[in-house]
């Protein structure tokens, strides 16, 4: 077992394009494993490739619960084929630790991609835990993070600051928030008079 660096916000290899995987050789194979490892021991459910500073196409996803054997799954080059529907949920990140905040996605997706054997698969995920770290860990093979599909930016810069991970300071931030739920409330439109 070989635990790898977790590379957290805001190292730039986060915000890079990884590159296609043409050969599925041993090296891979081991990054892959190393990758899981390090997932699991870090209580994650997902993890990108360049979460440990390789910029590559690759991701381990498994959403077994605590009480279910382990049921990992690697993808490969994997790519999104359809995708429809929409659902907001809690989001966390191995490369934000401590951060949660609410992230809009597709509802269902069907995805590509190939095994560590080579061969192409493609995978259906819908409402489920599943489907949405298929499309959080594929963001970030194409340097995207979950900070910029946040429903509320507001509340995702209160997060990010709340665990140190910028300078924003957090009184202020706490106070545009709870005023920007009053506006919410405000701006509710009322039932329409008969
Ligand atoms: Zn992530």
Redesign the pocket.
């Known amino acids: 077992m070989a635990l790898l660096k977790l590379r957290y916000y805001p190292d730039p290899v986060l915000k890079k394009k990884a590159g296609k995987i043409t050969i599925i050789d041993s090296s891979v194979r081991k990054l892959a494993q190393d990758m899981l490892d390090t997932m699991y021991k870090s209580d994650g459910v997902?993890?990108?490739a360049p979460?440990v500073g390789v910029s590559k196409r690759i991701m381990v996803i498994d959403v077994a619960g605590e009480d279910e054997p382990a049921k990992p799954i690697v993808f490969i080059n994997p790519e999104i084929l359809e995708r429809d529907g929409a659902m907001v949920g809690q989001e966390?990140?191995?490369?934000?630790p401590d951060v949660f905040f609410e992230v809009e996605r597709a509802s269902r997706v069907v995805v590509k991609f190939q095994n560590l054997q080579g061969q192409s698969l493609k995978l259906t995920a819908e409402n489920n835990l599943l489907c949405r770290a298929i499309q959080?860990?594929i963001?970030?093979l194409d340097g995207k993070?979950?900070i910029d599909q946040a429903v509320s930016p507001l509340k995702a810069d209160l997060e990010l600051a709340k665990a140190g991970l910028t300078d924003d300071n957090v009184e202020e931030l706490t106070q545009k928030v709870e005023s920007q739920s009053l506006t919410i409330k405000l701006e509710k439109p009322q039932p329409a008079m008969k």
């Open positions: 997902g993890l990108a979460q966390g990140c191995l490369s934000f959080h860990e963001d970030h993070l979950f």
